[in-house]
């Protein structure tokens, strides 16, 4: 005999099921015809001490562009940062992994199932430099490798190499190589008429001059006797100073330059550059605790460059129409 309580658990239990493999797997809905133009920054932290305490979150952001919707460097609050925004990664074309840190792609197996559908369907790339695969930081199920008898699914992936153009549907990204220890990429996004450019974590002034003359970077920092910036990565400078947005991961002020882009070094980088406006994300803790000094940060690169510079937040929208 079947209890009436058994019988309703049953039942419910049914419907759920079928709901969620309409929702997750036998997707009828249609991703939108045009996303129009968009940044949106799920997250606006970096380094360890933000992928411990996700304030700000390490979440990655995610371009809405034309018929385009990518996930960029979606680290470990990614996929409750975009559930919280609203965003559907079955919607997803493609997710960009620019390097095998942390707070750029723990979250990016939960965004690739999402992508492929509960791992029921093959689509999507996934942009990722080879360093990343070869660690296994991404397992061979999320790469599409797994057994095929139940989950068929997975994503195209696409080795990143430098300068080698990918196309993802109408646009065209360029990843650029950069200087943070082992393999990196930013990129540039060409979208018809608007070019995005984003630094990744990346080294980029090498050396300094101060009141006792000339040195070069050192580890940790930060840097206080800086006067002016004598040496500086070229290749940078010439491929971002090109584009119309850019997108610029600055970790601190004037600390950490041996690895990343500071405040002082993003203001020299856009200094007589075609960019139209700058956005900050990947804040350190020193940008943040004790005394948040983002706003601070973007007047200064403002100032000193002449280029308008703005700190993101998390889960903050910038619509790009007008560009």
């Given amino acids: 005999m079947i209890s009436l309580l058994d019988r309703e658990l049953r039942n419910l239990t049914l419907d759920a099921m079928m709901?969620?493999?309409t929702r997750?797997?036998?997707?009828?809905?249609?991703?939108?015809?045009?996303?129009?133009?968009?940044?949106?920054?799920?997250?606006?932290?970096?380094?360890?001490?933000?992928?411990?305490?996700?304030?700000?979150a390490t979440a990655g952001f995610v371009l809405g562009l034309g018929k385009s919707l990518i996930y960029v460097d979606p680290g470990p609050g990614a996929p409750s940062k975009a559930a919280e925004a609203g965003v559907d990664p079955g919607y997803?074309?493609?997710i960009y992994i620019s390097h095998g840190h942390t707070d750029h792609y723990a979250g990016v197996e939960s965004l690739i199932e999402g992508m492929c559908w509960a791992m029921s369907r093959e689509r999507g790339l996934l942009l990722v430099p080879q360093k990343v695969l070869a660690e296994g930081l991404i397992s061979r199920?999320?790469?599409?490798?797994?057994?095929?008898?139940?989950?068929?699914?997975?994503?195209q992936v696409q080795i990143l190499r430098a300068y080698e153009k990918v196309n993802i549907n109408e646009l065209i990204l360029t990843p650029i190589p950069v200087h943070h220890g082992g393999e990196n990429y930013g990129f540039v996004l060409d979208a018809g008429g608007l070019r995005i450019g984003y630094t990744s974590d990346t080294n980029y002034i090498t050396s300094f001059v101060t009141p006792e003359g000339i040195k070069e970077y050192g580890r940790w920092g930060p840097v206080m006797d800086l006067l002016e910036v004598e040496d500086y990565r070229e290749d940078?400078?010439?491929v971002f100073a090109e584009v119309d947005v850019l997108i610029a991961n600055v970790t601190s002020h004037n600390a950490l330059m041996h690895r990343h882009l500071t405040a002082i070094g993003l203001a020299h980088l856009?200094?007589?550059?075609?960019?139209?406006?700058?956005i900050i994300?990947?804040?350190?803790?020193?940008?943040?605790?004790?005394?948040?000094l983002r706003d601070k940060i973007a007047q200064y690169v403002t100032t000193e460059s002449g280029v308008l510079t703005i700190a993101?937040?998390?889960l903050q929208k910038f619509e790009l129409d007008n560009f």
């Fill in 24 to 56: 997750w797997k036998h997707r009828s809905e249609q991703p939108a015809a045009d996303w129009g133009k968009f940044i949106w920054f799920m997250g606006t932290g970096g380094n360890p001490e933000a992928t411990i305490g996700q304030c700000p």
């Fill in 141 to 155: 199920f999320h790469q599409g490798l797994g057994d095929k008898d139940y989950y068929k699914g997975g994503p």
């Fill in 92 to 94: 997803l074309d493609a």
């Fill in 281 to 292: 994300t990947h804040f350190g803790y020193s940008c943040v605790h004790p005394v948040d």
């Fill in 270 to 278: 856009l200094k007589n550059s075609s960019v139209r406006m700058c």
């Fill in 236 to 238: 940078l400078k010439k």
């Fill in 19 to 21: 709901q969620a493999r």
């Fill in 312 to 314: 993101a937040r998390d």
